[in-house]
């Protein structure tokens, strides 16, 4: 290792130690930066890797004046520090009464962006959307169009979600992101969809594999390995060097070598400290790709006060995981990482799905 490389290591552990205290304290004292509403489950399409496996579950949707009533208690609790919405599914759009809610947060004060398959965004959908106030949003693009609509189980998705694309480009928003999710069938064509997305001239490319959660656990084959989770880092962290807005996800802390090379910053798991989120029918959890089952729904805004639900509830979301096992326990990282994200935990085995760290126990093992 040279001078310059060990320097870099050096500072990576230091900040590393900052953070963790820091969210040692963020525990006790969370904030709520980011509140996902998730308007609907339904979706016009049945992706392999769906982790709320739209369109196989029926979607009970609140009413609009419960939105209301639920946005103008947060907005009077959390005033002067609002937390950004981040509307999503489903696909959002298919929510018939979209803009009236999104209108209503607008009005409320609330910043908002959304996540969307970038099918239904035609340009006066976009227009609408840039007039309702919407800065950001993340849409999904998973390879070139074969891949892409196999993988969407979908015909047209691709050329679909590329013209929605193209007509949110023209109203200037903060951010347009490109989101694609890595699998073991389009892991060789990156470099193609990468070449075509600097084409499209789109604001930032987020890159992850695929998760085992939801409809996922049923298509294994899909799954990278971990020589192949490296691959990706590595490609990541290449474009990275070169100048280009491409970033992993926030999912999984990543070992020394990867964290703050393929990301702005280190790992953190947002679920109750940072982020909220109410799901279709009223329940009150963490991120919405958490697998929902009673120790993980914390309440529901037709009973519950969100307000009181964030700061007296929750706990499950901030006691470390890794308190739960004894790999993780054992393992040098277990610091940073804290048992890894709570989206890929296995509830029922008390162990993580998957783990990013290449040198953990459970790989040495070969557990996972």
């Excluded at 006790?28 to 049945?46: A, I, M, S, W």
Aim: aromatic share 10%; hydrophobic share 35%.
């Amino acid at each position: 290792m040279s001078h310059s490389e060990e320097l870099r290591m050096n500072q990576k552990m230091a900040e590393l130690e900052i953070l963790a205290q820091y969210h040692k304290a963020l525990r006790k004292d969370p904030q709520l930066r980011f509140l996902f509403l998730e308007l609907t489950l339904k979706c016009n399409e049945n992706c392999i890797h769906c982790g709320s496996r739209c369109g196989e579950v029926a979607s009970e949707e609140l009413p609009v004046q419960v939105y209301y009533s639920v946005l103008e208690k947060i907005a009077k609790d959390f005033a002067g520090k609002l937390p950004a919405l981040i509307i999503t599914g489903g696909e959002p759009l298919l929510r018939k009464e979209f803009f009236e809610i999104v209108n209503y947060a607008k009005k409320l004060g609330f910043a908002w962006g959304m996540t969307s398959n970038g099918t239904l965004i035609t340009k006066d959908v976009a227009r609408k959307l840039k007039e309702a106030g919407m800065t950001t949003i993340s849409v999904s693009l998973d390879g070139t169009q074969e891949y892409h609509d196999q993988f969407r189980r979908t015909p047209n998705a691709f050329m679909r979600a590329v013209e929605g694309i193209r007509n949110l480009l023209e109203q200037n928003f903060e951010e347009v992101q490109v989101t694609t999710v890595v699998t073991t069938k389009n892991l060789p064509c990156l470099e193609e969809l990468f070449k075509f997305l600097v084409d499209l001239n789109v604001d930032s490319w987020r890159i992850l594999g695929m998760e085992p959660i939801g409809r996922a656990l049923d298509y294994p084959e899909y799954a990278l390995s971990m020589e192949q989770q490296l691959q990706m880092l590595d490609y990541i962290k290449e474009k990275r060097e070169a100048g280009y807005e491409v970033t992993y996800s926030c999912s999984h802390y990543l070992g020394l070598a990867y964290e703050k090379e393929v990301r702005e910053w280190y790992y953190l798991c947002n679920a109750g400290v940072y982020a909220a989120s109410i799901m279709a029918n009223g329940d009150i959890g963490a991120c919405l790709d958490i697998e929902r089952r009673p120790e993980t729904i914390q309440g529901n805004v037709l009973k519950d006060d969100f307000t009181d639900v964030w700061k007296n509830r929750f706990q499950i979301f901030r006691t470390p995981l890794s308190q739960k096992c004894k790999e993780c326990q054992a393992c040098p990282n277990e610091k940073y990482c804290e048992g890894g994200p709570y989206h890929s935990w296995d509830y029922d085995l008390n162990r993580p799905r998957i783990c990013m760290i290449p040198d953990s126990p459970y790989h040495k093992k070969g557990a996972l």
